[in-house]
């Protein structure tokens, strides 16, 4: 990719400066960069968002990093408040209408002993002010079963429809929120499951609009030199992708990529990359992929021995300069996390090309995806492109999950969650 590629000269002089190192020192070379990039993170995660962010808010970047703080501890609280509060719990969201303040929703009568439960949660992550506790009408489990029972029935009416319908959870709203496409004619069963979920759910579902179907965005881009990161192109003989986030096996010590499961559904065997000098290096074969309704959308390509390829694999993600970010070929993924509603997240897509960033509008979300009706997926305002499939999606040198897809002309990007990614891989996202 040209926009990081130095000049020629500058090349040739690197090589003759490996060329003559002392054996091992190459390798310690690399450590020290990998070191030097995990420092820097943990030194300053908001350095490469927070002037966007300022710019974005039209705020001061000393408030833009007090709310990017707030915001990374939220999926703390989101942990600790749903053991400690139980069926009172509510659900941790981002209100970006109110200053990117952390709400923490309970349900009943807001009082000392609630407040005292929170706010000892809140200084157990780090979080000491720009929250609120506020009084929510459904509690997190009343909200997930009627978005399991309204999920299943989507599943059942989308198959054959001209106009899909999708359906997630709107935490900020304590209510689900039903897309209805804007054109396409819906059948006798949407149309009837409209009107009954609305008997059903009351105030606890509002009705919103969407373009119907999502599509995957599978399909010179970003290419880094090695080490091998996210957020970089990764080529199929007959397809290409974006890779995700570089991840470990559970039960010993071999590397993948993370991607999307349909990139790799009808491409398996071995997939490559390029450096910036084009020069292609094969990353391995897939190893395995998952694209269902209920399980999700990834897959891992294992990274074929390092000594033969010389990949190296890091826990890095390419982010690019743009008006939201600062660029950083080796911002270093220090952790993983679930995603809370109005939290910042960015991506960085192979077609797309530039990093950006938006904020999750919607989790829990059940859409077609391309003729395949999908569950628990993530919805965000970033805006992506065929190609950006597998993108990394993170914030604050934290990932929170996987591309798989989106609306390009609106701006909308649905993505899996890291930690289903997780869990159903086997593997742990390298930190």
């Known amino acids: 990719m040209a926009r990081w590629k130095r000049p020629a000269f500058g090349a040739a002089a690197l090589v003759l400066a490996i060329a003559v190192l002392p054996p091992g020192a190459a390798t310690a070379a690399r450590q020290a960069e990998a070191a030097a990039a995990a420092a820097a993170a943990a030194a300053d995660p908001f350095a490469e968002e927070a002037v966007g962010f300022a710019k974005e808010r039209g705020i001061s970047e000393t408030e833009a990093r007090q709310r990017l703080a707030w915001q990374l501890v939220a ?3 989101d942990e600790r408040l749903a053991r400690e509060l139980g069926t009172r719990y509510g659900n941790v969201w981002i209100d970006v209408r109110d ?3 952390v709400k923490a929703g309970v349900t009943g009568e807001v009082d000392d002993q609630v407040r005292g439960v929170v706010k000892a949660a809140a200084a157990a992550v780090g979080l000491t002010d720009g929250y609120d506790v506020v009084a929510v009408k459904r509690s997190a489990a009343k909200l997930a079963a009627d978005n399991d029972w309204l999920a299943e029935q989507v599943i059942r009416t989308n198959p054959g429809a001209e106009a899909p319908l999708s359906v997630g959870v709107r935490t900020d709203l304590n209510a689900l929120m039903l897309h209805i496409p804007r054109t396409g004619t819906l059948t006798a069963a949407q149309k009837d499951l409209i009107t009954t979920a609305q008997a059903r759910l009351g105030a606890g579902l509002v009705l919103g609009t969407s373009n119907g179907a999502f599509k995957p965005f599978a399909c010179d881009v970003p290419y880094c030199d090695k080490p091998l990161r996210g957020g970089v192109k990764i080529n199929h003989p007959s397809t290409w992708c974006t890779a995700g986030f570089i991840a470990q096996s559970k039960v010993d010590s071999v590397k993948y990529v993370v991607t999307a499961g349909h990139c790799t559904a009808e491409h398996t065997g071995t997939w490559s990359s390029k450096n910036t000098a084009l020069t292609a290096t ?5 190893h ?3 694209l269902d309704t209920y399980i999700g959308d990834m897959a891992i390509i294992r990274i074929s ?11 890095w993600v390419l982010v690019t300069f743009s008006f939201q970010t600062t660029e950083n070929t080796t911002y270093h993924i220090a952790s993983d996390k679930t995603s809370v509603v109005g939290m910042r997240i960015c991506t960085t897509g192979a077609a797309t090309r530039v990093t950006n960033c938006s904020h999750v509008e919607e989790l829990g979300l ?3 995806v391309d003729g395949l009706t999908m569950r628990n997926l993530g919805l965000t305002e970033n805006c992506a492109k065929p190609g950006d499939s597998g993108a990394p999606m993170f914030a604050s040198h934290v990932g929170y999950g996987i591309l798989i897809g989106g609306d390009e002309d609106d701006c909308e990007v649905i993505y899996q969650g890291i930690r289903a990614a997780e869990r159903e891989l086997n593997v742990n996202i390298l930190h």
């Open 288 to 290: 395995r992929t998952f």
């Open 75 to 77: 999926p703390d609280l």
């Open 99 to 101: 200053g990117d303040r």
């Open 282 to 286: 094969d990353i391995g074969p897939v």
């Open 366 to 368: 059940t859409a077609s």
């Open 305 to 315: 021995d390092s000594s033969a390829t010389g990949w190296n694999p890091q826990p």
